[in-house]
Protein backbone atom coordinates (compact mmCIF):
# COMPACT_ATOMS: atom_id res chain seq x y z
CA UNK A 1 0.00 0.00 0.00
CA UNK A 2 1.33 3.51 -1.04
CA UNK A 3 0.72 6.85 -0.02
CA UNK A 4 -0.62 9.56 -1.55
CA UNK A 5 1.42 12.58 -1.76
CA UNK A 6 1.47 15.18 -4.37
CA UNK A 7 -2.35 14.77 -5.56
CA UNK A 8 -3.58 16.46 -8.88
CA UNK A 9 -6.90 16.17 -10.72
CA UNK A 10 -7.47 16.38 -14.33
CA UNK A 11 -11.05 16.97 -15.89
CA UNK A 12 -11.02 17.02 -19.39
CA UNK A 13 -14.33 16.81 -22.44
CA UNK A 14 -12.20 14.40 -24.70
CA UNK A 15 -8.84 12.09 -24.42
CA UNK A 16 -5.84 12.61 -26.05
CA UNK A 17 -3.24 10.09 -26.99
CA UNK A 18 -1.19 10.44 -23.86
CA UNK A 19 -4.54 10.30 -21.61
CA UNK A 20 -5.53 7.43 -23.39
CA UNK A 21 -2.22 5.42 -23.03
CA UNK A 22 -2.26 6.42 -19.68
CA UNK A 23 -5.78 5.06 -19.06
CA UNK A 24 -4.46 2.04 -21.12
CA UNK A 25 -1.61 1.20 -18.58
CA UNK A 26 -3.98 1.79 -15.32
CA UNK A 27 -6.18 -0.64 -16.81
CA UNK A 28 -3.40 -3.00 -17.05
CA UNK A 29 -2.06 -2.84 -13.62
CA UNK A 30 -5.67 -3.18 -12.22
CA UNK A 31 -6.42 -6.30 -14.30
CA UNK A 32 -3.28 -8.18 -12.84
CA UNK A 33 -4.97 -7.73 -9.75
CA UNK A 34 -8.52 -8.78 -10.55
CA UNK A 35 -10.19 -10.56 -13.23
CA UNK A 36 -12.67 -8.36 -14.36
CA UNK A 37 -14.16 -6.62 -17.02
CA UNK A 38 -13.69 -2.89 -17.25
CA UNK A 39 -16.44 -1.16 -19.96
CA UNK A 40 -14.13 2.06 -20.30
CA UNK A 41 -15.34 2.69 -23.76
CA UNK A 42 -12.25 4.01 -24.47
CA UNK A 43 -11.85 3.40 -28.41
CA UNK A 44 -15.31 4.82 -29.02
CA UNK A 45 -14.47 7.72 -26.89
CA UNK A 46 -10.72 8.11 -29.11
CA UNK A 47 -13.29 8.08 -32.21
CA UNK A 48 -15.18 10.35 -30.94
CA UNK A 49 -12.12 12.96 -30.06
CA UNK A 50 -10.71 12.47 -33.41
CA UNK A 51 -14.03 13.14 -35.36
CA UNK A 52 -14.53 16.51 -32.90
CA UNK A 53 -18.00 15.34 -32.17
CA UNK A 54 -17.19 16.43 -28.33
CA UNK A 55 -19.43 18.86 -26.91
CA UNK A 56 -16.00 21.09 -25.38
CA UNK A 57 -18.76 22.51 -22.77
CA UNK A 58 -19.30 19.06 -21.33
CA UNK A 59 -16.40 17.06 -18.92
CA UNK A 60 -16.40 13.95 -19.78
CA UNK A 61 -13.20 12.84 -18.38
CA UNK A 62 -11.98 12.27 -14.74
CA UNK A 63 -8.28 11.49 -13.96
CA UNK A 64 -6.80 11.77 -10.40
CA UNK A 65 -2.60 11.66 -10.47
CA UNK A 66 -0.14 11.22 -7.65
CA UNK A 67 3.43 12.72 -8.85
CA UNK A 68 2.01 13.03 -11.96
CA UNK A 69 1.03 9.50 -12.39
CA UNK A 70 -2.57 8.34 -13.11
CA UNK A 71 -4.00 6.10 -9.97
CA UNK A 72 -7.62 6.44 -10.64
CA UNK A 73 -9.98 7.65 -13.55
CA UNK A 74 -13.85 7.84 -14.41
CA UNK A 75 -15.50 8.52 -17.43
CA UNK A 76 -19.00 9.86 -18.83
CA UNK A 77 -20.37 8.11 -21.45
CA UNK A 78 -24.04 8.93 -23.23
CA UNK A 79 -24.81 6.54 -26.15
CA UNK A 80 -28.11 8.44 -27.01
CA UNK A 81 -30.26 7.65 -24.25
CA UNK A 82 -30.93 10.08 -21.45
CA UNK A 83 -28.93 8.30 -18.59
CA UNK A 84 -25.23 9.02 -18.02
CA UNK A 85 -22.94 5.85 -18.14
CA UNK A 86 -20.02 6.13 -15.33
CA UNK A 87 -17.23 3.47 -15.01
CA UNK A 88 -13.90 3.84 -13.60
CA UNK A 89 -10.97 2.61 -11.44
CA UNK A 90 -8.24 3.10 -9.19
CA UNK A 91 -5.21 1.31 -8.95
CA UNK A 92 -4.59 -1.45 -6.44
CA UNK A 93 -2.07 0.08 -4.40
CA UNK A 94 -4.39 3.39 -3.91
CA UNK A 95 -7.35 2.14 -2.90
CA UNK A 96 -9.49 3.15 0.55
CA UNK A 97 -7.84 6.71 0.16
CA UNK A 98 -10.94 8.29 -1.10
CA UNK A 99 -9.45 8.53 -4.87
CA UNK A 100 -12.91 7.24 -6.00
CA UNK A 101 -14.89 9.20 -3.61
CA UNK A 102 -12.81 12.27 -4.83
CA UNK A 103 -13.46 11.88 -8.99
CA UNK A 104 -17.42 10.67 -8.04
CA UNK A 105 -17.87 13.92 -6.63
CA UNK A 106 -16.57 16.04 -9.79
CA UNK A 107 -18.92 13.22 -11.49
CA UNK A 108 -22.30 14.35 -9.91
CA UNK A 109 -20.94 17.61 -10.08
CA UNK A 110 -21.16 17.47 -13.94
CA UNK A 111 -23.89 15.59 -13.80
CA UNK A 112 -25.98 17.82 -11.82
CA UNK A 113 -24.93 20.68 -14.62
CA UNK A 114 -26.53 18.37 -17.63
CA UNK A 115 -30.22 18.11 -18.24
CA UNK A 116 -30.07 13.94 -17.58
CA UNK A 117 -32.54 12.97 -14.87
CA UNK A 118 -30.50 9.57 -14.34
CA UNK A 119 -26.89 7.77 -14.18
CA UNK A 120 -26.43 4.52 -14.41
CA UNK A 121 -23.21 3.22 -12.76
CA UNK A 122 -21.48 -0.18 -14.07
CA UNK A 123 -19.47 -2.30 -12.56
CA UNK A 124 -18.47 -6.17 -13.23
CA UNK A 125 -20.16 -8.74 -10.39
CA UNK A 126 -17.03 -9.84 -9.60
CA UNK A 127 -15.44 -6.37 -8.45
CA UNK A 128 -15.97 -6.33 -4.46
CA UNK A 129 -14.70 -3.33 -3.97
CA UNK A 130 -16.35 -1.68 -6.90
CA UNK A 131 -20.00 -3.12 -6.44
CA UNK A 132 -19.66 -1.95 -2.35
CA UNK A 133 -18.95 1.75 -3.78
CA UNK A 134 -21.82 1.90 -5.52
CA UNK A 135 -23.99 1.09 -2.98
CA UNK A 136 -22.57 3.20 -0.78
CA UNK A 137 -23.72 5.92 -3.47
CA UNK A 138 -27.67 5.23 -2.90
CA UNK A 139 -27.81 3.51 -6.41
CA UNK A 140 -30.21 1.06 -7.02
CA UNK A 141 -29.28 -1.98 -9.14
CA UNK A 142 -31.26 -1.48 -12.29
CA UNK A 143 -30.06 -4.23 -14.83
CA UNK A 144 -27.27 -7.08 -16.04
CA UNK A 145 -25.30 -7.44 -19.10
CA UNK A 146 -23.42 -10.52 -20.08
CA UNK A 147 -20.06 -10.18 -22.10
CA UNK A 148 -19.84 -13.17 -24.37
CA UNK A 149 -17.10 -14.52 -26.56
CA UNK A 150 -16.88 -16.56 -29.51
CA UNK A 151 -15.25 -20.39 -28.26
CA UNK A 152 -14.11 -21.81 -31.77
CA UNK A 153 -16.11 -21.55 -34.83
CA UNK A 154 -19.39 -19.82 -35.21
CA UNK A 155 -22.37 -22.71 -35.90
CA UNK A 156 -23.28 -21.72 -39.37
CA UNK A 157 -26.47 -20.60 -40.57
CA UNK A 158 -28.05 -21.90 -43.66
CA UNK A 159 -27.58 -18.66 -46.08
CA UNK A 160 -31.28 -17.01 -47.02
CA UNK A 161 -29.94 -16.20 -50.38
CA UNK A 162 -32.41 -12.91 -51.14
CA UNK A 163 -30.82 -11.57 -48.24
CA UNK A 164 -28.64 -8.97 -48.76
CA UNK A 165 -26.04 -7.39 -46.42
CA UNK A 166 -24.51 -4.11 -46.98
CA UNK A 167 -22.67 -1.37 -45.47
CA UNK A 168 -24.50 1.40 -44.08
CA UNK A 169 -24.09 5.05 -46.01
CA UNK A 170 -24.57 8.48 -44.75
CA UNK A 171 -28.77 8.83 -45.62
CA UNK A 172 -29.32 5.71 -43.63
CA UNK A 173 -28.78 7.54 -40.25
CA UNK A 174 -32.30 7.64 -39.59
CA UNK A 175 -33.29 4.92 -40.28
CA UNK A 176 -30.62 2.66 -38.23
CA UNK A 177 -31.69 6.00 -35.22
CA UNK A 178 -35.21 4.54 -36.26
CA UNK A 179 -34.20 0.80 -35.27
CA UNK A 180 -32.39 1.79 -32.35
CA UNK A 181 -35.54 2.88 -30.97
CA UNK A 182 -37.19 0.04 -32.04
CA UNK A 183 -34.48 -2.87 -30.10
CA UNK A 184 -32.77 -0.25 -27.39
CA UNK A 185 -35.68 2.09 -26.66
CA UNK A 186 -32.69 5.19 -27.43
CA UNK A 187 -34.16 7.96 -29.20
CA UNK A 188 -32.58 9.97 -31.64
CA UNK A 189 -33.28 11.99 -34.81
CA UNK A 190 -30.56 10.30 -36.42
CA UNK A 191 -27.62 7.81 -35.57
CA UNK A 192 -23.60 8.38 -36.14
CA UNK A 193 -21.92 6.46 -37.87
CA UNK A 194 -18.53 7.38 -37.01
CA UNK A 195 -16.26 4.84 -34.94
CA UNK A 196 -17.28 1.38 -36.28
CA UNK A 197 -19.00 -0.41 -39.54
CA UNK A 198 -22.71 -0.27 -39.53
CA UNK A 199 -24.51 -3.22 -41.98
CA UNK A 200 -27.96 -3.13 -42.64
CA UNK A 201 -29.65 -6.23 -43.52
CA UNK A 202 -32.62 -6.10 -46.31
CA UNK A 203 -34.52 -8.58 -47.73
CA UNK A 204 -36.94 -8.38 -50.86
CA UNK A 205 -35.99 -5.45 -51.12
CA UNK A 206 -36.89 -4.10 -47.56
CA UNK A 207 -34.33 -3.10 -44.71
CA UNK A 208 -34.94 -5.95 -42.00
CA UNK A 209 -32.37 -5.13 -39.65
CA UNK A 210 -29.16 -3.99 -38.96
CA UNK A 211 -25.48 -4.56 -36.83
CA UNK A 212 -22.86 -2.62 -35.91
CA UNK A 213 -19.13 -3.88 -36.06
CA UNK A 214 -15.98 -2.73 -35.03
CA UNK A 215 -12.19 -4.08 -34.88
CA UNK A 216 -9.73 -2.27 -31.94
CA UNK A 217 -6.24 -4.35 -31.65
CA UNK A 218 -7.06 -7.88 -32.80
CA UNK A 219 -10.53 -7.74 -30.86
CA UNK A 220 -13.90 -7.55 -32.76
CA UNK A 221 -17.02 -6.34 -31.55
CA UNK A 222 -21.04 -6.94 -32.54
CA UNK A 223 -23.06 -4.10 -31.68
CA UNK A 224 -26.51 -3.16 -31.78
CA UNK A 225 -27.56 -6.52 -33.84
CA UNK A 226 -31.42 -6.49 -34.28
CA UNK A 227 -34.27 -7.69 -36.10
CA UNK A 228 -37.68 -5.37 -36.93
CA UNK A 229 -40.17 -7.11 -35.62
CA UNK A 230 -42.34 -7.87 -38.33
CA UNK A 231 -39.34 -10.00 -39.46
CA UNK A 232 -38.40 -12.18 -36.35
CA UNK A 233 -38.38 -15.59 -35.86
CA UNK A 234 -37.29 -16.47 -39.58
CA UNK A 235 -33.46 -17.00 -39.09
CA UNK A 236 -32.65 -13.44 -39.95
CA UNK A 237 -31.37 -12.83 -36.57
CA UNK A 238 -29.01 -15.80 -36.96
CA UNK A 239 -27.59 -15.37 -40.72
CA UNK A 240 -26.87 -11.37 -39.86
CA UNK A 241 -25.01 -12.85 -36.79
CA UNK A 242 -22.79 -15.27 -38.58
CA UNK A 243 -22.49 -12.48 -41.36
CA UNK A 244 -21.36 -10.00 -38.71
CA UNK A 245 -18.91 -13.11 -37.90
CA UNK A 246 -17.31 -13.25 -41.28
CA UNK A 247 -16.63 -9.61 -41.74
CA UNK A 248 -14.81 -9.50 -38.54
CA UNK A 249 -12.73 -12.78 -39.85
CA UNK A 250 -11.83 -11.11 -42.89
CA UNK A 251 -10.19 -8.18 -40.80
CA UNK A 252 -8.47 -10.59 -39.17
CA UNK A 253 -10.04 -10.83 -36.11
CA UNK A 254 -8.85 -12.97 -33.25
CA UNK A 255 -11.30 -12.61 -30.62
CA UNK A 256 -14.95 -12.10 -31.20
CA UNK A 257 -16.99 -10.55 -28.46
CA UNK A 258 -20.89 -8.36 -28.18
CA UNK A 259 -22.78 -7.66 -25.15
CA UNK A 260 -26.77 -9.15 -24.19
CA UNK A 261 -28.75 -8.22 -21.43
CA UNK A 262 -29.35 -11.05 -19.03
CA UNK A 263 -33.04 -10.46 -19.52
CA UNK A 264 -33.15 -11.27 -23.13
CA UNK A 265 -33.53 -14.80 -23.37
CA UNK A 266 -34.09 -14.90 -26.95
CA UNK A 267 -30.74 -13.18 -28.22
CA UNK A 268 -28.97 -14.76 -25.15
CA UNK A 269 -30.25 -18.47 -26.77
CA UNK A 270 -29.50 -17.38 -30.30
CA UNK A 271 -25.93 -16.12 -29.52
CA UNK A 272 -25.22 -19.83 -27.37
CA UNK A 273 -26.54 -21.45 -30.11
CA UNK A 274 -23.86 -20.19 -32.47
CA UNK A 275 -21.03 -20.70 -30.06
CA UNK A 276 -20.57 -17.54 -28.21
CA UNK A 277 -20.36 -18.03 -24.05
CA UNK A 278 -20.53 -15.92 -21.11
CA UNK A 279 -17.26 -14.34 -19.76
CA UNK A 280 -18.35 -11.62 -17.51
CA UNK A 281 -21.68 -9.61 -16.09
CA UNK A 282 -21.73 -6.34 -15.98
CA UNK A 283 -24.21 -4.97 -13.38
CA UNK A 284 -25.85 -1.86 -13.59
CA UNK A 285 -26.80 0.63 -11.17
CA UNK A 286 -29.30 3.49 -11.00
CA UNK A 287 -29.53 6.84 -9.23
CA UNK A 288 -32.35 9.23 -10.64
CA UNK A 289 -32.12 13.40 -9.78
CA UNK A 290 -34.76 14.48 -6.82
Not at 44 to 62: L, P, T
Not at 169 to 179: G, P, W, Y
Not at 188 to 195: P, V
Request: aromatic letters at 8%; hydrophobic letters at 35%; glycine letters at 6%.
Amino acid sequence: MKTITHPSIKLTPSLNQEDYKEILRLKECCLEKEDVTLKLELDHKRNQSHNGSVDQNKVNEFMFYDDHVLIGYMGICQFGSEALEVNGMVHPDYRRMGVFKRLFSYVQDEWNKRESKQMLLLCDRNSTPGIKFIKSTGAHYENSEYEMHLVGEASEAIDMTNLHFRKALKQDAKEIARQNAIYFHVNSEEASLEGMDVFLAEWNQSVIGKVHIELQNGVGGIYGLGVLPEYRRQGFGREILMKAVKKLREKQAQQILLQVAVKNKQALNLYQSCGFKETSTMDYFKLTKK
